[in-house]
Nanobody, 120 residues
Framework: VQLLASGGGSVQAGGSLRLSCAAS????????MGWYRQVPGKQRELVAT???????NYADSVRGRFTISRDLAANTAALQMNNLRPEDTGVYYC???????????????WGRGTQVTVSS
């Protein structure tokens, strides 16, 4: 499974950005898709995830400002980020929890990071 992320960039505080992620390859069951972010010197942290059933999980810091969505048929996920703050700056990584057809093996996949910079 490969994850290709797009979007990101630079914006002023209060602005909006949209991240997209497309999964490809030998896809059987994408249990979960979402986004994590990382800043230098800190661990990668959860931003938002969405299960196949639509259950979402947001970091407290982004709840109410960010919205995650999925297109199950297209194997894509998107993160709409509104009212961005300087503390949202970081490298955002697309994430997927995939279950393979064979043996039901579960594995985490990560896309290349995309930079989001929010200036004050």
């Amino acid at each position: 499974v490969q994850l290709l992320a797009s979007g990101g960039g630079s914006v002023q505080a209060g602005g909006s950005l949209r991240l997209s992620c497309a999964a490809s390859g030998s896809i059987f069951d994408l249990k979960l898709m979402g986004w994590y972010r990382q800043v230098p010197g800190k661990q990668r942290e959860l931003v938002a995830t969405m299960s196949k059933s639509g259950t979402t999980n947001y970091a407290d810091s982004v709840r109410g400002r960010f919205t995650i969505s999925r297109d199950l048929a297209a194997n894509t996920a998107a993160l709409q980020m509104n009212n961005l703050r300087p503390e949202d700056t970081g490298v955002y990584y697309c994430y997927a929890d995939h279950m393979a057809r064979d043996w039901g093996l579960r594995k985490d996949y990560w896309g290349r990071g995309t930079q989001v910079t929010v200036s004050s």
